[in-house]
Structure formats: structure tokens, C-alpha cells
């Protein structure tokens, strides 16, 4: 039996975000590492899954606060 391999912007559709942000969370370890192929980098469906209901949890756990905090928008007042 064979898993199903994903891309990155299947990844974002998945958790309703953007491309970028997906990269941001990779690199801070709310997402797994990807399979490479090549060039290519690939996510099995199952740890995207995985990864989903984990954040999840932790939201539930934490009063449903958000977890994932990105980079401030606009102007820095410095």
C-alpha cells in the first residue's frame, strides 16, 4: 500500500495558510520535515494529519488560544 505524497501548497490548503507561512512553521518544528525527491520536497498525508490534530490538541488544552503567531504586520514603532 502507498502513501500519499503531498507538496507544499497542498500542505497550505490543508491548514488554510499561505505558502510562506508553512515555510515559517517547517522551520520552527510545528510542522514535520519534508521527504526529498530529488529536488522536490514531498509530505506523507498521514504526518500532515498528524501534525493537524497535534496542533489542535494543544489549542483545545490551552483554552483555545492560537498557537501559531506570526510576524507583526506593519510598521515597527522603534
Known amino acids: ?3 500519499e505524497l503531498i507538496d507544499i501548497t497542498d500542505v497550505a490548503a490543508r ?3 499561505c505558502v510562506r507561512t508553512c515555510e515559517h ?3 520552527s518544528g510545528a510542522l514535520p520535515p519534508p521527504v526529498r525527491i ?3 520536497r514531498r509530505w ?3 504526518s500532515i494529519d498528524e501534525a493537524i490534530r497535534q496542533m489542535a490538541g494543544r489549542a483545545i488544552a490551552s483554552g483555545g488560544s492560537r498557537q501559531w503567531v506570526g510576524r507583526p504586520r506593519g510598521r515597527s514603532r522603534t
Open 1 to 3: 500500500m502507498s502513501e
Open 15 to 17: 491548514l488554510k495558510v
Open 25 to 27: 512553521m517547517i522551520a
Open 38 to 40: 530529488g529536488r522536490a
Open 44 to 46: 506523507s498525508s498521514s
